[in-house]
């Protein structure tokens, strides 16, 4: 994620192009869309969709109707209409891609109060903008101040302003109903706009925040993801993950949404497959299950008297037990069924770089030093038997 204004600077640092996701390639922006339609032309008599998609601060689009027939295209920055004044927006997707995505998001495109794009932001629009989005984190950590003030139990976490610079959302999360009457009078008497307080969850803070996840990338969330699933502990039982929070936890605060993106396979390959409280009687005595492996298709048994001692069986020789089982017939023993099993290798990491030791440069090098006087001592012994003349 990243335009062509993002490069390196001097000594190495990154450059950035300082839009805070508004540069005009629509590279730094979060959930960008890609438009497969856009070299493809309309067939004949056809008009194009009149609607199209705009992008406001962070992940926030909304649907526009372009009723004064704008030539747009994705990056340009338009005026749309409000509840009050005007706001200023990124277009993000034209054309018929729009109508699949309203489609999608259960918006009506036939409605007759569906907002409008006035046109394109002119530079005095933008000047007025940019001058409101350098304002925000100021009013944010002023906000804070004032929420502290009246000890109200929320955390505002982002505040995003109306492109004519008249008015400012404050979205917030809080665990508990929160009272804020006087917070919005005192906010408002301070910064002399209109105030409007929106509640958030966690991960839609998130959603908005951005950040980076113990994978080593972006959230899912900011970059891709759309909708927000239900995630439950049950989806770590079937994958057979440890139930610590900690892990299992984003940096929201809640489980990780990418606790169910494996689950539909764990669930399909665990249809016919024996659960993990079977147990099997044996005339040695009765096995418990200790460790399943799903995806090999293995589980592990031991004997109630011998609970260290694991004997490893197949998916298909756990279920024929199981059906001898239920017939009232009990196997001799599980070491019968206990499979051939490889010895596993034992993995030897090579030193690729050919750095042997981290103390290789503690200890001076001795070696040019000896070879510089073994090659004096031989000049030396060169010129005493180096034959004189006598006059």
């Not at 505002?156 to 999360?173: H, N, R």
């Not at 809080?174 to 969850?201: N, P, S, W, Y």
């Not at 966690?202 to 909708?227: H, K, N, P, V």
């Not at 690729?352 to 006087?373: E, I, Y």
């Amino acid at each position: 994620m990243g335009c062509s204004s993002c490069s390196t600077a001097k000594d190495g640092q990154p450059k950035g192009c300082k839009n805070n996701g508004t540069c005009g390639s629509d590279g730094c922006n979060k959930l960008t869309v890609f438009d497969w339609l856009s070299n493809m032309s309309l067939p004949n008599g056809e008009k194009p969709f009149d609607c199209v998609e705009v992008r406001f601060k962070n992940s926030r689009k909304e649907f526009f109707r372009n009723s004064e027939n704008l030539s747009l295209s994705i990056g340009d920055l338009v005026a749309t209409q409000a509840t009050s004044g005007h706001d200023v927006g990124m277009v993000t997707l034209t054309g018929e891609l729009v109508r699949v995505q309203m489609k999608k998001k259960k918006v009506d495109y036939k409605k007759p109060d569906l907002p409008k794009i006035y046109r394109k932001a002119s530079q005095k629009d933008i000047d007025i903008w940019q001058k409101c989005r350098n304002r925000e984190e100021e009013i944010k950590k002023r906000a804070r101040e004032i929420a502290i003030v009246l000890k109200l139990q929320m955390k505002i976490s982002d505040v995003e302003f109306q492109g004519d610079g008249s008015k400012a959302t404050f979205y917030y999360t809080a665990e508990e109903r929160v009272d804020f009457r006087q917070l919005i009078k005192d906010m408002a008497k301070a910064f002399g706009i209109r105030i409007e307080m929106r509640q958030i969850g966690y991960r839609q803070e998130a959603q908005r925040l951005g950040g980076i996840g113990s994978c080593g990338r972006e959230l899912c969330c900011s970059t891709w993801l759309t909708d927000f699933r239900s995630v439950s502990t049950a989806a770590a039982r079937y994958q057979q993950l440890s139930l610590n929070p900690q892990k299992l936890a984003g940096q929201c605060g809640k489980l990780k949404c990418c606790l169910n993106y494996e689950l539909d396979v764990y669930l399909d390959a665990l249809k016919d497959f024996p659960g993990q409280d079977t147990k099997l009687f044996t005339e040695k005595g009765m096995a418990f299950c200790q460790k399943v492996d799903i995806f090999k298709g293995s589980l592990w048994f031991s004997y109630k008297d011998e609970p260290s001692n694991w004997h490893v069986l197949s998916k298909d020789q756990v279920l024929e037990i199981v059906a001898k089982n239920k017939k009232k017939e009990k196997v001799a023993s599980l070491e019968e069924y206990v499979t051939e099993t490889l010895p596993e290798v034992e993995k030897v990491f090579e030193n690729v770089v050919g750095q042997d030791s981290l103390t290789r440069f503690d200890k001076p090098k001795k070696r040019r030093n000896n070879r510089n006087n073994r090659n004096k001592k031989k000049k030396r012994n060169n010129y005493k038997k180096r034959p004189t003349n006598n006059a």
